[in-house]
């Protein structure tokens, strides 16, 4: 991975963590990858996470599983443009939808938050309970608001995690279900442009301009979120197989190798340039 690219972005669950533990040899690559710039062209990292949460709350949380800052140059998330978003109604309604922890999605922001039936907008953020909860358990809640057309903003588009080998529900599911019924939802992160063009934009903040898209590439584990948004966007993408498609693949035990894996790709409307187990260097 290095030579034709200036900018790698890069996934993080799933790739740099799998919510549990980190992944040593995927920082330790992306670390490779920016010292080993070529003189008068620096190489970038921006990690690019559907996490429903400011960029400072994953950074915490990386920080915890010690992967060290040296991996990347800056963090943008989709929490970061739920914040947009959510900036250009001031004194809206807003009800929150997903756990307590991803309140600070809504600090400093000029709106109020309030029970369901009062809302103008939803934002949702996941189910409440990820560990039990599907998107069955959500069905009348929903009747309620498509009955007053509330729309819903999605604050993570991913449909699912892998935590600890288990695929755990995302706010995507939930949004997708909301759909489903005539609802209204504007999603906020991967596979969607605005994404790619922020992080563009972060690129171009560190250096004065961005890459060209043929020295651009994205990296991650989900084909309909980090590989279909970099085929529509126009950039070269690696997936990660070791993530929430390995069951698919055929590589979830740790055993087991990553062997061909083209039949199945073949059937997928999304498709990576290359395909690696882990993000090794």
């Known amino acids: 991975m290095g030579a034709g690219y200036d900018l790698i972005l890069c996934d993080v669950w799933g790739v740099l963590h799998d919510g549990t533990r980190a992944h040593g040899q995927a920082s330790d690559a992306l670390i490779r990858f920016r010292r080993l710039a070529p003189e008068g062209r620096p190489r970038r990292v921006i990690l690019v996470s559907n996490a429903p949460r400011p960029w400072a709350g994953v950074q915490r949380i990386l920080d915890g599983f010690g992967i060290p800052r040296e991996a990347y140059d800056a963090i943008l998330t989709s929490g970061d443009l739920t914040r947009g978003l959510l900036a250009r109604h001031p004194g809206e309604r807003v009800h929150h939808l997903g756990p307590e922890r991803d309140a600070p999605i809504f600090e400093g922001l000029d709106l109020r938050l ?28 929903f009747a309620a608001f498509r009955a007053r057309n509330v729309p819903m903003l999605c604050a993570n588009p991913d449909l699912v995690v892998e935590r600890e080998g288990k695929l755990i529900p995302c706010a995507g599911l939930l949004a997708a279900a909301y759909a489903e019924i005539g609802g209204r939802v504007t999603y906020a992160g991967k596979p969607y442009r605005p994404v790619y063009e922020a992080a563009l934009d972060l690129a171009a903040e560190l250096d004065g301009t961005p890459p060209a898209l043929a020295r651009v590439i994205a990296v991650g584990d989900a084909l309909r979120t980090d590989i279909a948004g970099a085929n529509g966007f126009g950039i070269a993408s690696l997936l990660v197989a070791r ?23 073949g059937r997928q409307e999304a498709r990576p340039d290359a395909v690696i187990e882990r993000l090794v260097w």
Do not use: K
């Open 114 to 141: 309030v029970a369901g039936e009062a809302a103008e907008r939803v934002v949702c953020t996941g189910p409440f309970d990820d560990t039990r909860e599907t998107a069955e358990d959500y069905r009348e809640r």
């Open 243 to 265: 993530g929430i498609h390995a069951e698919e693949m055929g590589v979830a035990a740790e055993h087991d190798r990553l062997g061909d894996v083209a039949e199945w790709l």
